[in-house]
Every structure is written in C-alpha cells, then in structure tokens.
C-alpha cells in the first residue's frame, strides 16, 4: 500500500548494520564516526548533538517516539528531543532475558494510536520502531506456513497496515508525510552469516526506503539514485520548511521526490566495528557508487553490483584502477577521523543483554590488559598476538561467531549442559579467549556445576579477567562451601579492583561478609558489611547482616525490623537489589505465622532474582502447608522450568512425594532423565541487534 501511494528508494543503504549506531544516524543526519555511536556498546549519544527531533520540536511540532527495542532505551541518547519517549519493555517474572528485550510490535503501535490521538494535529512528528523482524522469529502462529523469517516480515507488514489503517480512518494519511525505512537488513546465511552486525555486504545494508508525500504527490515513483540514512532527516526538516543544519551529513531528497532532477553521482559510507569492539579483529569499512562496492581498508574487497548483486566475486585482485579510485574516496573520507572506536564500561546487566541479542565477545579490551597471561599468571609479551589479532579478516571467522552466538543462545534458552559443551568447543580454537573462559564459569555455575565454574573463573583471571573472575570464583566457592578459597578470591577481587569501580570492591566485601556469616563470624561480618557500605552508599548490607544474625538466634521480631530497616534504606538510595533479602525477611515472617507477608516477600525475591532455588522452594512449601496445592505445583513447574537441573529436579521430585503425588514424582525425574541424557534440540542463534 505504501510503496503504491509513495516514492520507493531502489539503492538505499544504511551505515551500520546494528541496530543502535544505525538509529543514531538515522535521527541525527551525521556518520557513525560523526556521532560516535559506532557499536550497539555506544556510547550514548552526545548531549551537544543536534537531534532531528529537537529541531522539529523547536519549530513547534508535538514529537512522539514509541520504540520495541531495549537497545534503543532513553539512556542511549536517542530520546533527545522527544516530549514522549515510550520505551518500555515487558518485565518477565522468570528470567527470561529475550522476553524483556523486545516489545510486540501490537502494542507499540497501540502506543502510537493512543500518542495520535492525544496529539496527532497538524504540526506531529512521531517515530514508531518495530522490532520485527528480528531473531528469535516469533511471529503469531496464524503466520505459519511460511520461513520464521519471512513470518516476520508478514507481521511487520500487517503492523504497518494496521497504523496505516488508523491515520485513514482519522482522516491524517492524506495529508501526512510518511517514511517506512529499516535500520539495516538480515545476513540469511548470506556470506556465511546468520544475522546481521559482522559482516557489511549488500543483505546487511541495502534497506528499503519508502517516503509518501501528502496528497498522493509522487506516488509510484521509483528512484534508483543512491540514498542513505544521512539523508533522511534533513529531507524532513525540508518538507517541514525547517532549516538544514550544516553539520548533518546527508542531503534533502525533495528533488528525487518531486521527479525534478537526479543526484550527481554520490558515495554512501557504510562501516561495521562489532569484529574489532568485540573480538579485537580488523574493523570493516565500505562504500559503494551504485556501480561498485569496495570494503577495505584492509583485507580489501570490490564487488560488481550490476554483474554480481550477490558479491560473490571478489574483483578486488583484477581491477586495481577501480580499487585505488574507490580506495583514494574512502581515504579521503575517513581523513583525520579515527579508525577504531573507543569502549566504554559495560555494567554486567548491560552485557547479558547485550549477549542475548547476539553481541558476543569482549569488549575490546575489557580486561584492561594488553596481552594474555599463561597458567602461571605471568604476563605474556602482547604484542605478536595483538598484531595477529588486529590483523585478522572477520570474513574469515563467520564461523566462529555463529557458534559463539549459538553457544550463548543455548546458554540463555537455559538449555546451559549443552551451552558448556558448546564453550569447551570454541575454547578448544580459542584458550586465550577469557570472555569465553567467564561464559562457560557463568553457565556452569548457572547449572550448579560450581567446580567447573571455579576452575573457568580461575582461567579467566589468568588471562587477565580480574576482579570479575575473581568475584565469580568467590561466589562458586561459597556455593561449595569452601569458605577459606572464597575469602582468597573475594580479597583478591576487592584489592584488584580499581578505585572507581565501586561495584566490585562493594561485591567482594559483600561476599566476605557472607562467608563469616556462614563461618558464625559475626564480628567480621559487620566489618565486611560496613566496607561493602562505604564502597556502594547505596547497598545497605549492615543492616542485613544484623538481620541474619538476629534470625539465626531466633530472634524473628528482631530480623524483621532490621530486614525491613535494610529494604527501606536501599529503596531510599536507590541501590543494586542484594540477593536473599527478601528470602530471609521471609522466613523471618513465618517464624511469625505472618503468612501473606512472608509471600509477598518471597515473590519479590523471586522477581530480581528468579533463580534463587531456596526461595521457590520455600514458597512452594508456603502453599503445600497452607492447602494451596494447586499454587503449590505451580512454584514446582516453575522450579524446574526457570533453574533446570539435575539437583532442581530431583528437589521437584522429593516434594511432589512429599505432597503425596507419587505419580508426578516420578514424571518429574522421568523429564529429567530425558532432557539431560537425550540428543540436543535445534536453535535458531541470536542475530545481533
């Protein structure tokens, strides 16, 4: 319908093929290296930058944006300018990290329906992101039949019909300017690659690009000249009779819209970092002519796009006059202009999400090191593998990522036996990795193979990894009961990790104050309690240690308050959730035969950390003892769906027999023989943002 009533763009191509320096372009009419957004790890965008939307609120326009996509949240700077910025994300209860970082595209465009409603007059712009299609392919099942991809792309395009639909019936779609545009495409195999964000070939850039003008005005028209992401915002703000600044890139299509005239002949610029941001590899940088494609600057490539739409012929070895014409605007270009990107912190949370969508690897240099380190812990000399790192052709390692991509794909499908061995595997290439060392520590531990995991983490610190590996070995020691080794790990973390990074020196104090604890040390618990405090303000663990102690005692009344003391001071400061406090608050109200409250609490734990085992099953016990059975099976199918394991399920097992439920008993282990000793299952990796 759109591409009938508008002006459909043939060669439109996007500047990077990940989902957030894409956007950024997008909005702001400038290159990746302009912004700085150059890797969906950011950073964010700058406050200084002058955004499409705060032009066209200045002029004023009522701006709406409603996004589907966590990578696109507010903190990513993409919200500047916006009177509404919609980015809320489902907030699953079990977990399940991919739930919460997609939105159904229905209800986004609910949003949209609801934001026009309220404000849809004749000075409106509103941004509407869908996140189809986009791996995992979930479309409803009344799109099956077709592949999960082009499900998808059928939903989408059903999703676009609807809000179309909305602006006829609101009499707004006649005089309306519309842009349909992608923010990038979707590697199918294409070259090796299942997703998009490492390689940058026409499946990942080309996008299309659909603009209708008010009133039908140039509808069918098909423009083959060259465009790109830079020009769509200032062709908006010309429509809008707003001014152009001069720092945006891009160029009006006004005059390809109107059929008055072509464009000279133009380059578009596109890049890809994920290889050197993730893997320390040679970054990708392109351009095409429409002719043309040349990827370099190393490793260079050219493609005839004319003769060879599928790049599948390298020309780069035969037509070295075009590779040097190509080469010498590509230089030119990128004069003065950095050739790799800078990393910035990734908060743990940030990088399981990041993981989860497909952004595997380090971030380079994460560590904070220059070279490897052998199993002595001495310090290798960095600088032949750095060259051969650098040096390396990411064409060359698809393979490799996609098992990376399926390896943490099974990891956060919670299918973790098979995830390890899928890490053993790519350890076996690549000893030297430690992110991979860390995410086969994290899914053993995760599975409640917490030997596995000490030896991992203890791999990873030799490589550099430190005070992460050493936090994680701590907590997979405690685990096992190990208190002398935990308290090694979490004093080396807390005198590794510098001074700014107040999380982990608040995480390894924490931590210590958990072993004496466990060890009856109340004195030195308090101590590690209050240096946890003076570390992280916000985490008030003395608190929480007084609460144990006095729970321990029996004194229930006395824990309460001191667990309630804790909650509220750290809902005041705003801090990091600290597992176990609502679990023991609990606990401490059954001691009451406060049942209700005890629930609440239990569920609350059960919210920021669904994985916490002793809680599900002291909720399921709540039930049973209340004559709640049928909430009751309900925590024990949870159990083992949201932490399966051997050692989950034969705890289900045990109190279905306890219930009384022999029967269900024994189809729990009867599921568990079949999920940890039967052949894998097929799953489709994370693509990438």
Same mark, same amino acid.
């Given at each position: 319908?759109?591409?009938?009533?508008?002006?459909?763009?043939?060669?439109?191509?996007?500047?990077?093929?990940?989902?957030?320096?894409?956007?950024?372009?997008?909005?702001?009419?400038?290159?990746?290296?302009?912004?700085?957004?150059?890797?969906?790890?950011?950073?964010?965008?700058?406050?200084?930058?002058?955004?499409?939307?705060?032009?066209?609120?200045?002029?004023?326009?009522?701006?709406?944006?409603?996004?589907?996509?966590?990578?696109?949240?507010?903190?990513?700077?993409?919200?500047?300018?916006?009177?509404?910025?919609?980015?809320?994300?489902?907030?699953?209860?079990?977990?399940?990290?991919?739930?919460?970082?997609?939105?159904?595209?229905?209800?986004?465009?609910?949003?949209?329906?609801?934001?026009?409603?309220?404000?849809?007059?004749?000075?409106?712009?509103?941004?509407?992101?869908?996140?189809?299609?986009?791996?995992?392919?979930?479309?409803?099942?009344?799109?099956?039949?077709?592949?999960?991809?082009?499900?998808?792309?059928?939903?989408?395009?059903?999703?676009?019909?609807?809000?179309?639909?909305?602006?006829?019936?609101?009499?707004?779609?006649?005089?309306?300017?519309?842009?349909?545009? %992608?923010?990038?495409?979707?590697?199918?195999?294409?070259?090796?690659?299942?997703?998009?964000?490492?390689?940058?070939?026409?499946?990942?850039?080309?996008?299309?690009?659909?603009?209708?003008?008010?009133?039908?005005?140039?509808?069918?028209?098909?423009?083959?000249?060259?465009?790109?992401?830079?020009?769509?915002?200032?062709?908006?703000?010309?429509?809008?009779?707003?001014?152009?600044?001069?720092?945006?890139?891009?160029?009006?299509?006004?005059?390809?819209?109107?059929?008055?005239?072509?464009?000279?002949?133009?380059?578009?610029?596109?890049?890809?970092?994920?290889?050197?941001?993730?893997?320390?590899?040679?970054?990708?940088?392109?351009?095409?002519?429409?002719?043309?494609?040349?990827?370099?600057?190393?490793?260079?490539?050219? +493609?005839?796009?004319?003769?060879?739409?599928?790049?599948?012929?390298?020309?780069?070895?035969?037509? %070295?006059?075009?590779?040097?014409?190509?080469?010498?605007?590509?230089?030119?270009?990128?004069?003065?202009?950095?050739?790799?990107?800078?990393?910035?912190?990734?908060?743990?949370?940030?990088?399981?999400?990041?993981?989860?969508?497909?952004?595997?690897?380090?971030? +380079?240099?994460?560590?904070?090191?220059?070279?490897?380190?052998?199993?002595?812990?001495?310090?290798?000399?960095?600088?032949?593998?750095?060259?051969?790192?650098?040096?390396?052709?990411?064409?060359?390692?698809?393979?490799?990522?996609?098992?990376?991509?399926?390896?943490?794909?099974?990891?956060?499908?919670?299918?973790?036996?098979?995830?390890?061995?899928?890490?053993?595997?790519?350890?076996?290439?690549?000893?030297?990795?430690?992110?991979?060392?860390?995410?086969?520590?994290?899914?053993?531990?995760?599975?409640?193979?917490?030997?596995?995991?000490?030896?991992?983490?203890?791999?990873?610190?030799?490589?550099?990894?430190?005070?992460?590996?050493?936090?994680?070995?701590?907590?997979?020691?405690?685990?096992?009961?190990?208190?002398?080794?935990?308290?090694?790990?979490?004093?080396?973390?807390?005198?590794?990790?510098?001074?700014?990074?107040?999380?982990?020196?608040?995480?390894?104090?924490?931590?210590?104050?958990?072993?004496?604890?466990?060890?009856?040390?109340?004195?030195?618990?308090?101590?590690?309690?209050?240096?946890?405090?003076?570390?992280?303000?916000?985490?008030?663990?003395?608190?929480y240690v007084e609460g144990r102690v006095a729970y321990n005692r029996g004194l229930y009344q006395a824990a309460v308050g001191l667990f309630e003391e804790a909650l509220a001071k750290?809902?005041?400061?705003?801090?990091?959730?600290?597992?176990?406090?609502?679990?023991?608050?609990?606990?401490?109200?059954?001691?009451?035969?406060?049942?209700?409250?005890?629930?609440?609490?239990?569920?609350?734990?059960?919210?920021?950390?669904?994985?916490?085992?002793?809680?599900?099953?002291?909720?399921?016990?709540?039930?049973?003892?209340?004559?709640?059975?049928?909430?009751?099976?309900?925590?024990?199918?949870?159990?083992?769906?949201?932490?399966?394991?051997?050692?989950?399920?034969?705890?289900?097992?045990?109190?279905?027999?306890?219930?009384?439920?022999?029967?269900?008993?024994?189809?729990?282990?009867?599921?568990?023989?079949?999920?940890?000793?039967?052949?894998?299952?097929?799953?489709?990796?994370?693509?990438?943002?």
């Open positions: 319908m759109l591409a009938g009533d508008g002006v459909v763009f043939e060669r439109a191509y996007s500047h990077v093929p990940q989902t957030l320096p894409a956007h950024a372009s997008l909005l702001s009419g400038r290159l990746p290296f302009d912004t700085g957004v150059r890797d969906a790890v950011g950073p964010a965008v700058k406050p200084s930058e002058r955004m499409l939307a705060e032009i066209l609120r200045d002029r004023g326009f009522s701006t709406g944006a409603i996004v589907s996509s966590w990578l696109l949240r507010e903190d990513t700077g993409l919200g500047q300018g916006f009177d509404l910025f919609d980015d809320a994300m489902p907030v699953p209860s079990d977990g399940t990290l991919l739930d919460e970082l997609h939105r159904d595209g229905a209800e986004s465009i609910a949003g949209a329906e609801q934001w026009l409603e309220a404000f849809g007059g004749s000075r409106a712009f509103l941004f509407v992101q869908l996140a189809e299609p986009h791996a995992p392919y979930d479309a409803p099942d009344r799109f099956a039949g077709s592949s999960a991809y082009d499900s998808e792309i059928a939903y989408a395009d059903e999703l676009v019909g609807r809000l179309v639909r909305y602006l006829k019936t609101h009499q707004l779609y006649d005089r309306s300017t519309i842009v349909l545009v %992608s923010d990038h495409g979707e590697g199918l195999g294409d070259h090796g690659e299942l997703g998009h964000g490492l390689l940058t070939y026409e499946e990942t850039l080309r996008i299309p690009l659909i603009v209708k003008l008010p009133a039908g005005e140039g509808a069918g028209r098909r423009v083959k000249d060259v465009v790109q992401h830079v020009d769509v915002a200032p062709t908006i703000l010309d429509l809008a009779k707003a001014p152009i600044p001069g720092a945006m890139r891009g160029r009006s299509l006004r005059p390809l819209l109107e059929g008055g005239g072509r464009f000279p002949r133009r380059i578009a610029y596109s890049e890809s970092l994920y290889a050197h941001y993730h893997f320390g590899w040679s970054g990708r940088m392109t351009i095409t002519d429409g002719r043309y494609r040349y990827i370099g600057p190393d490793h260079e490539e050219l +493609y005839d796009l004319d003769a060879d739409p599928d790049l599948l012929i390298n020309l780069a070895g035969t037509e %070295s006059s075009t590779v040097a014409s190509l080469r010498d605007q590509l230089a030119e270009l990128l004069d003065g202009v950095e050739s790799t990107a800078t990393a910035v912190p990734v908060p743990p949370e940030v990088r399981e999400r990041l993981e989860a969508l497909g952004y595997v690897g380090q971030e +380079y240099d994460r560590f904070g090191v220059s070279g490897n380190r052998d199993s002595s812990g001495e310090s290798e000399s960095a600088a032949p593998a750095q060259q051969s790192a650098a040096a390396r052709n990411p064409g060359d390692h698809v393979g490799f990522v996609a098992q990376y991509r399926r390896a943490v794909g099974l990891a956060g499908s919670r299918r973790w036996f098979e995830a390890i061995d899928a890490f053993r595997k790519l350890l076996g290439e690549e000893p030297g990795r430690a992110d991979l060392w860390i995410h086969l520590a994290e899914t053993a531990a995760k599975a409640g193979r917490h030997e596995l995991a000490v030896d991992a983490y203890r791999r990873a610190a030799n490589l550099g990894a430190d005070p992460e590996a050493a936090l994680g070995a701590a907590a997979a020691l405690l685990e096992l009961r190990r208190l002398a080794g935990a308290r090694v790990e979490a004093e080396r973390a807390a005198t590794r990790a510098p001074a700014e990074d107040v999380r982990s020196r608040s995480s390894a104090h924490e931590l210590l104050a958990r072993a004496a604890l466990m060890d009856h040390d109340e004195v030195r618990a308090r101590e590690e309690a209050a240096r946890a405090e003076q570390a992280e303000p916000g985490r008030p663990l003395l608190a750290q809902l005041k400061l705003g801090g990091r959730a600290v597992s176990d406090f609502h679990f023991h608050l609990a606990r401490a109200l059954q001691g009451l035969h406060r049942v209700d409250e005890a629930e609440y609490h239990f569920l609350e734990e059960l919210k920021s950390f669904p994985r916490n085992i002793p809680a599900r099953l002291a909720l399921a016990g709540l039930y049973r003892t209340a004559g709640r059975s049928e909430e009751a099976a309900a925590a024990l199918e949870d159990l083992v769906r949201i932490v399966p394991t051997p050692e989950t399920y034969a705890a289900a097992a045990r109190a279905w027999a306890e219930i009384g439920d022999r029967r269900k008993a024994a189809a729990v282990r009867a599921e568990a023989t079949q999920r940890f000793l039967s052949p894998p299952r097929p799953l489709h990796p994370p693509a990438g943002g």
